[in-house]
């Protein structure tokens, strides 16, 4: 008898994301009406800008409810090129296509470039999707620890060690997801140089590349470095952090032309195309709405600042300033629990939702969310605070 159980192909062994499994299990004991502190997945608590909502509205109202090309609707993928431009980008509209969320844009690039035989190198800790897409397209991910003393960088010794005749792609997430590190020029030249050296690419996610708080640590995409530089790498960006869209998954990449046309292939046949209205949405937001953008990141900064002081109150934990995203990567190794049982006991003894270090290769952390009210990080930190103090293996 066969078992239809029996899942043979790469995805068999797949599990759940950790971030959005936090997330459910916090709305799970919200519904049984327990007031959680939601600090796991990382979505910012503002809403939608009104001109984003009316442009929607708008589209949907005037017809645009059919398919559009699968890559997007031109006047966004017009929009995003000259975005990417202005960012010192080399790239035109052709070389752009509209994904479902930025997390649909990584996968696609992962399957599109990777395949069985293919290394992949992942710095850990690493975004917890990342590591599965690439499981998922056959290439084997390659692991490179990274430390807080070096801002959970990628070294040229690192590379010297880990990069093959094999490594096709190296994942870059700056500003990173979940340690909040922006990565600095000179590591970006560093593995710049290397991509073309080695003939691998980069897949550089800057989902987050609006949120980065301090001057001296500005966000640079590397493919802004040189044309050679933007031929070896995909850009990805997203509207779901920088504009409080989460909910509307559209993103967006930027490619070499031949990566583009195989990304717009799978798209062909996995997707047809992002909600067409939606992408009017998106339009407006990238049009009118940088003043929004503005408002939300210096809230989140705020927001950082408050909650960065009152870790620093927490016995026991340990955490390096974050210069952008917002999230906190706390090292809880001083506790003598896994961050599964940390993350467990935390929801259910002081109401706290966060998501377990584990997922993202790191047992030893959890990640916060600053993503949310002042008054929510205060009494979080506050249950933390009294929670961290009363665990018995404090070292
Ligand atoms: N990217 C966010 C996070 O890491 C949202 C959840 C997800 O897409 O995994 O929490």
Redesign the pocket.
């Known amino acids: 008898m066969k078992d239809l159980q029996q899942t043979k192909g790469l995805l068999g062994a797949l599990p759940p ?1 950790e ?2 499994g936090s ?1 459910i299990k916090g709305m799970e004991l919200a519904r049984q009406g327990i007031n959680v502190c939601m600090l ?4 910012p608590d503002f809403d939608t800008p009104e001109p984003v909502k009316r442009a929607c509205a708008e589209a949907m109202a005037s017809g645009q409810t059919k398919y559009t090309i699968p890559a997007g609707i031109t006047e966004l993928r017009e929009a995003c090129a000259e975005k990417f431009r202005r960012d010192g980008i080399a790239t035109s509209m052709e070389q752009v296509v509209i994904t479902p969320g930025g ?1 649909f844009a990584c996968a696609a690039a992962i399957t599109a470039l990777c395949g069985p035989q293919d290394e992949v190198i992942l710095p850990v800790p690493y ?3 990342h590591l599965h897409m690439i499981s998922a397209s056959g290439a084997k991910p390659v692991f490179v620890p990274t430390t807080p003393e070096n801002n959970f960088e990628l070294t040229e010794e690192d590379l010297r060690h880990y990069v093959t005749e094999r490594t096709r792609l190296v994942v870059l997430c700056s500003p990173s ?2 340690t909040g590190a922006v990565c600095r020029r000179r590591t970006l030249e560093m593995l710049g140089e290397w991509a073309l050296k080695k003939n691998f690419m980069i897949l550089s996610d800057e989902v987050y590349e609006k949120l980065a708080y301090d001057p001296d640590r500005p966000h640079i995409s590397i493919a802004s470095l040189s044309e050679e530089v933007a031929e070896h790498t995909v850009t990805v960006n997203s509207f779901s952090k920088s504009y409080a869209m ?1 909910g509307w998954r559209v993103g967006f990449l930027s490619a070499p032309l031949w990566l583009t046309r195989k990304i717009d292939a799978l798209q062909t046949h996995f997707l047809a195309n992002v909600t067409t209205f939606a992408q009017y949405g998106a339009l407006k937001a990238l049009r009118d709405c940088s003043a929004d953008c503005e408002r939300m990141k210096n809230a989140f900064a705020k927001r950082r600042d408050l909650f960065c002081g009152l870790l620093t109150r927490v016995p026991g934990l340990k955490f390096i300033r974050p210069s952008g995203a917002f999230y906190v990567f706390c090292d809880i190794s001083s506790y003598g629990l896994g961050s599964t049982e940390f993350c467990d006991r935390l929801m259910d003894e002081a109401h706290i939702a966060a ?1 377990p270090g584990c997922g993202f290769g790191a047992d030893g952390f959890v990640r916060f ?1 600053y993503a949310c009210s002042e008054e929510t990080l205060r009494t979080a930190a506050e249950a933390l605070r009294i929670f961290c103090g009363n665990l018995p293996d404090r070292r």
């Open positions: 994301s971030t959005l997330l796991s997945v990382g979505e997390k975004w917890v999707s997801n979940p989460t998501a969310s």
